[in-house]
């Protein structure tokens, strides 16, 4: 490599990582740094991938094998107890190192206990249905770079993307074990060994795409019905951290809803009284309170408490002005007000044609009734009374009207 490769390499590495102002600390600090030296003292990290596997055969042999290119100092899969053909898949795959155990049903205590078969500092944790794309990445060289000016222990965050959805989330995918484990049953965090404090995430456009977040993995695995047991068991065990509840997903939710819970936890976890007062002095502001907002809007608009609903969007935007789904929410209530106009001038239209004397009408401006008619249908269309639009549209004989309203629907 000379060092025109060398710049580009580092370049476009560096580009993986999110933060402009991370990514400016490290261009000064390595300004007057020799290239090649960099690439070379970056190749001596160690990094390991620690898999857990269950049932896997169909995906597992792409999933290692894009690993693989990375080549990492080693490839630990630890299968939890498959069932198909996964282990033979594997027993073929030379290049990874197979351990067994059962499987336990809490995966910071699986993680844990898979990484003890390591011997790098640095771990690549993947679920065995996480495709990463590699394009031109070197994880020693983005870790050697982000250590050069960050001295507080840290993750390296990656995108998880999934083809049934366009949001995405940013788990931790890259530590030091040295350092740090995992804790939670699921959903599972990073923490530092010596205080327990969770580990600052480095977001970096790095991506893997979850293929088991289909409808039918997720019913394959039973995986909505075992999280939410498994976080209702932390949030039992740590009642005080809202990670917990706000990751639950849609069948937890409705579980609390149904005990009457869902609010009173909310409220818990949104503000310093527990009670709902939207006052930025009563506000809890963490990791979390993004979602706990989002999440008790589409309770409160379920609940058809509109008032609230509508009051806690403003102040969630007054938090978060670039939140998509308070904007949306908002946008949702924007829209009821103008289908709420639109059904008032429908109302108001329709009893003005109704009083119409037609002969009359037809009389005076040579011409029927259809031109209102058709604002009638247009108005009906607006407000989502489709078979009413058609109807009246079906009546209609004059093609000059007709040519009106293919303007209008072309």
Do not use: C
């Amino acid at each position: 490599m000379n060092k025109t490769e060398a710049k580009i390499k580092i370049k476009t590495t560096i580009e993986f990582i999110k933060s402009a102002e991370l990514k400016e600390q490290i261009k000064k600090q390595i300004s007057n740094r020799n290239l090649l030296e960099i690439i070379e003292s970056s190749q001596k990290i160690e990094i390991s991938l620690v898999m857990l596997v269950r049932d896997q055969e169909e995906i597992i042999a792409e999933v290692l094998n894009r690993v693989k290119t990375q080549n990492l100092n080693a490839y630990i899969v630890v299968d939890t107890g498959s069932n198909d053909g996964t282990k033979e898949i594997l027993k073929r795959l030379s290049y990874i190192s197979l351990y067994e155990f059962a499987w336990i049903e809490d995966y910071s205590l699986m993680r844990n206990e898979a990484v003890k078969f390591s011997k790098t500092d640095w771990i690549l944790t993947l679920d065995s249905d996480e495709i990463l794309d590699i394009r031109l990445l070197d994880l020693r060289l983005l870790i050697y770079l982000i250590l050069q000016v960050k001295s507080e222990i840290f993750s390296i965050n990656f995108e998880q993307h999934s083809a049934e959805s366009s949001s995405y989330g940013v788990p931790a995918r890259l530590y030091n074990a040295k350092i740090a484990h995992y804790v939670g049953s699921v959903h599972e965090e990073l923490r530092t060994n010596l205080d327990g404090q969770t580990v600052q995430g480095i977001l970096t456009n790095i991506q893997i795409e979850n293929k088991g977040s289909s409808d039918e993995e997720k019913q394959r695995f039973s995986k909505d019905e075992r999280y939410t047991k498994l976080l209702f068991k932390m949030m039992k065990k740590e009642p005080d951290n809202p990670r917990w509840f706000a990751l639950l997903p849609s069948l937890g939710i409705r579980e609390l809803v149904e005990k009457r819970q869902y609010d009173i936890l909310a409220n818990k976890y949104l503000f310093k009284t527990g009670v709902f007062m939207l006052d930025e002095h009563n506000i809890l502001v963490n990791s979390y309170t993004r979602t706990i907002i989002e999440k008790y809007v589409v309770f409160l608009m379920e609940s058809n408490k509109t008032f609230e609903a509508r009051n806690l969007i403003e102040f969630g935007l007054k938090l978060f002005p670039k939140d998509i789904y308070l904007m949306f929410y908002q946008s949702l209530f924007q829209i009821e007000e103008i289908k709420h106009m639109i059904r008032l001038t429908l109302k108001e239209n329709l009893s003005q044609y109704l009083s119409l004397d037609k002969q009359e009408i037809y009389y005076y401006n040579y011409t029927d009734t259809q031109l209102l008619e058709i604002v009638l249908a247009e108005l009906n269309d607006m407000i989502g009374n489709h078979d009413a639009t058609n109807s009246i549209i079906r009546e209609i004989q004059d093609k000059n009207v007709l040519k009106i309203w293919e303007k209008w629907h072309p």
